[in-house]
């Protein structure tokens, strides 16, 4: 299993930090991208980390304001969202396979529920 959780509500400007956690598995085996949708849109694909070698992308929406990061210890991926717009309001959710990382949500076979994320103006 998969869980997103970190969302919550903060001001423009603000930071948040989003953590997919697995259970039952190993997730340094696993890429790991994190997507976001808003009701009506497509998912969007946020960034991705790779399983070979940590290798992170990011959308250009994001780059520069957001970083992907694993901690195998914990089994937990994460993602740190700094200067936040209210253009990032969305449902967050975290992904994972183990082919090659990826934004495309099609590549993904694991999926977590989502964590809300809501940034004011």
């Known amino acids: 299993q998969l869980q997103a959780s970190g969302g919550g509500l903060v001001q423009a400007g603000g930071s948040l930090r989003l953590s997919c956690k697995a259970s039952g598995f190993s997730l340094d085996d696993f890429a790991i991208g994190w997507f976001r949708q808003v009701p009506g849109k497509e998912r969007e694909g946020v960034s991705c980390i790779s399983s070979a070698d940590d290798s992170p992308y990011y959308a250009d929406s994001v780059k520069g304001r957001f970083t992907i990061s694993r901690d195998n210890a914990k089994n937990t991926v994460y993602l740190q969202m700094n200067f936040l717009k209210p253009g990032d309001t969305a449902d967050y959710y975290c992904?994972?396979?183990?082919?090659?990382?990826?934004?495309?949500?099609?590549?993904?076979?694991?999926w977590g529920p989502g964590t809300q994320v809501t940034v004011s103006s």
């Open positions: 992904a994972a396979d183990k082919g090659w990382a990826t934004t495309r949500a099609e590549e993904y076979k694991y």
